[in-house]
């Protein structure tokens, strides 16, 4: 294991103790970094949204279209399994709450879906930076290591993919067999 000087108390003037990073000989290229943990598609679809999420000083909403067709499905494959438990949670519990009937229930959960589609690439942001100074903390001055540490936590999980498809497919059926049921029992004379 690399040896990584663990930062300083504050000064006397105030000013914030140094982290392990900072007091090396080593210097990051932050992109380089966010590269590393999300993976083969950053250049082509994250780069210009975190650099337009990282101007701003607050919750910045950028639309992003993957949550709004999987839903919770989208975190887990960002390997982002808090906020997608999260969110399948609250969107259970609205859904369940209304007791709509299957279309009106398709409607809300496109409705809390493109919530996360709005929120989605800022909270990824977040955790792309926490996992990013995660990493520094551990292996500030090793940076092969701090690399194939991002590499390794971050990317996607391709097998949520087959259980979004699976989980998705069988929601269209379900509300396919309770719209078809409705009809049939409407079109019954007495």
Same mark, same amino acid.
């Given at each position: 294991?690399?040896?990584?000087?663990?930062p300083?108390?504050? !000064?006397?003037d105030?000013?914030?103790?140094l982290?392990?990073?900072?007091v090396?000989?080593?210097?990051?290229d932050?992109?380089?970094l966010r590269?590393?943990?999300?993976?083969?598609?950053?250049e082509?679809f994250?780069?210009?949204?975190?650099?337009?999420?990282?101007?701003?000083?607050?919750f910045?909403?950028?639309?992003i279209?993957p949550?709004?067709v999987?839903?919770c499905?989208w975190?887990?494959?960002?390997?982002?399994y808090?906020?997608?438990?999260?969110?399948?949670?609250?969107?259970?519990?609205i859904?369940r709450?209304? !007791?709509l009937?299957p279309?009106?229930?398709w409607?809300v959960?496109?409705?809390?879906?493109a919530a996360?589609?709005?929120?989605?690439a800022?909270?990824y942001f977040?955790?792309?930076?926490?996992q990013?100074?995660?990493?520094?903390?551990?292996f500030?001055?090793?940076p092969?290591?701090?690399?194939s540490?991002?590499?390794?936590h971050g990317?996607v999980?391709n097998?949520?993919m087959?259980?979004a498809?699976a989980?998705?497919l069988?929601?269209?059926?379900?509300?396919?067999?309770v719209?078809l049921g409705?009809?049939?029992?409407?079109?019954?004379s007495r």
């Open positions: 294991m690399a040896f990584v000087e663990r300083q108390p504050p !000064s006397p105030g000013e914030p103790p982290r392990p990073w900072q090396g000989l080593v210097e990051y932050q992109e380089q590269k590393a943990y999300v993976g083969e598609k950053y082509e994250f780069a210009d949204l975190f650099d337009r999420i990282e101007d701003e000083e607050r910045q909403p950028v639309f279209w949550p709004l999987f839903g499905f975190f887990f494959y960002r390997r982002m808090r906020e997608g438990i999260l969110f399948f949670l609250v969107s259970y519990g859904r709450a209304l !007791s009937p279309l009106g229930d409607l959960w496109l409705l809390i879906n996360m589609a709005m929120g989605g800022w909270l977040q955790k792309t930076e926490r990013t100074e995660k990493a520094l903390f551990e500030g001055n090793d092969p290591l701090v690399t540490w991002l590499i390794r990317g999980d097998r949520i087959y259980v498809a989980v998705i069988l929601k269209l059926y379900f509300t396919f067999l719209v409705a009809a049939i029992g409407m079109g019954v």
